[in-house]
């Protein structure tokens, strides 16, 4: 065997013999084409966030009886009104997305924090239900890297925030690793979406595109921007073939490819037949020092925190798109909305406006 082949990771050397053996994989049919065979009803917390919404919707298309529970409908840090929810519904799956999401508030309200982030889906993922949920490129530091990060790289989160979902990720482990507790674990990084009433760097950046405002974004910093939307299709694809039925288990969903957040910017402007050399990068720290920032205090983010997501690709054959593709649709559908008259309000600018995202 050649030295080449003994340094592939085991599952690629598996693929490699397989095929050398003439087993290659059959082809898979269309996930499209899968069917959704769910017992009992799906659960959505937060479903007002970001990709709360996106998993409402993808999963009524695909038929799903789901229950889309805000904040407002099922506070998850009440363990009580979640038992009592659990009871009445009696879903056959949990899909939570409910999380405290303010990197930046996190550093001074640490406890809040941890109990939405870290208590409160430890607590679910012990009530007998499977269950999806979500943690963040954040477990990692960034520090001296260049490679995109696996499952297995070193965790070292520099901020509330991610120690909060490192947590919850370690505890939930365990759940399914001693008790058998079943469900996935899916760290995502750079949510965005088009949709109206949702708070994200996209609509941030449309916004001041739209007042014509300077383009002063962060460059300094990278990672993988992920549409809400595709991170919800991967999801509904990972229940249709049963990832969730395991013991819990952690795998990296991003879309494909990086860039910084002027980059991002910039391929907006580009898509929009505009000007990407009037977007300025500057660096976090130029930013946290404007004058719009005065006074403001700053969790610490990772310079680079780009997922490797062969993992999910392997296991169970999802692929999200590249994100310039993902950017393109999205940014689509929203010029539609936009021409179809779909209000969209302007919510504060966070400090996502140049590149703060979780
Ligand atoms: N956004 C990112 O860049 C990013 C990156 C990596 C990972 N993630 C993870 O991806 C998941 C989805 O994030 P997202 O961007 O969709 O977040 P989001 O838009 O901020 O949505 C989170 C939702 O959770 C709700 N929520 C907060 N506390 C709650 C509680 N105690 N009980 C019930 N609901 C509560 C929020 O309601 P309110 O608005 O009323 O507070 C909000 O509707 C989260 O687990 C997040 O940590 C996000």
Not at 223 to 229: D, F, I, N, V
Not at 234 to 248: E, I, N
Not at 285 to 304: C, D, H, T, V, Y
Request: net charge negative.
């Amino acid at each position: 065997m050649s030295e080449e082949l003994i340094k592939m990771e085991v599952p690629v050397l598996m693929e490699t013999l397989e095929r050398m053996a003439g087993e290659e994989p059959a082809e898979e049919p269309d996930p499209a084409l899968l069917p959704l065979n769910l017992p009992g009803p799906v659960l959505v917390t937060g479903a007002g966030g970001q990709l709360g919404r996106e998993l409402v919707r993808v999963f009524r298309e695909a038929g799903a009886d789901v229950r889309a529970m805000t904040r407002e409908d099922l506070d998850i840090t009440d363990m009580l009104a979640v038992e009592d929810a659990i009871e009445e519904i009696k879903p056959a799956l949990i899909l939570n997305a409910a999380a405290w999401t303010d990197v930046d508030a996190a550093e001074a309200e640490r406890e809040d924090c941890r109990r939405v982030n870290t208590l409160a889906p430890v607590y679910m993922a012990g009530l007998h239900v499977p269950m999806v949920t979500f943690s963040t490129d954040y477990v990692f530091d960034g520090v001296g890297r260049t490679k995109r990060y696996n499952e297995r790289n070193r965790v070292n989160p520099l901020n509330v925030y991610g120690n909060a979902k490192l947590d919850a990720d370690e505890l939930i482990l365990g759940l399914g690793f001693e008790h058998g507790a079943q469900g996935i674990i899916l760290r995502t990084s750079w949510l965005w979406s088009e949709q109206p009433g949702t708070k994200n760097f996209f609509q941030s950046v449309m916004r001041r595109i739209e007042a014509k405002k300077e383009l002063r974004i962060v460059g300094d910093r990278v990672g993988s921007p992920t549409r809400a939307l595709d991170l919800a299709k991967a999801v509904l694809v990972l229940v249709k073939k049963g990832a969730h039925l395991k013991p819990y288990k952690i795998y990296h969903a991003a879309n494909l490819g990086s860039c910084s957040w002027a980059g991002f910017t910039k391929e907006i402007v580009r898509l929009l037949n505009g000007h990407p050399e009037e977007v300025y990068p500057i660096s976090t720290q130029q930013w946290q020092m404007s004058p719009e920032n005065f006074g403001k205090r700053f969790a610490q983010r990772p310079l680079l925190s780009t997922l490797n997501c062969n993992l999910l690709e392997r296991e169970w054959g999802v692929v999200l798109p590249n994100w310039e593709e993902s950017l393109k649709e999205g940014l689509d559908a929203y010029l539609q909305m936009k021409k179809d008259g779909v209000v969209f309000d302007d919510p504060d600018e966070g400090a996502e406006a140049a590149g703060d995202a979780k």
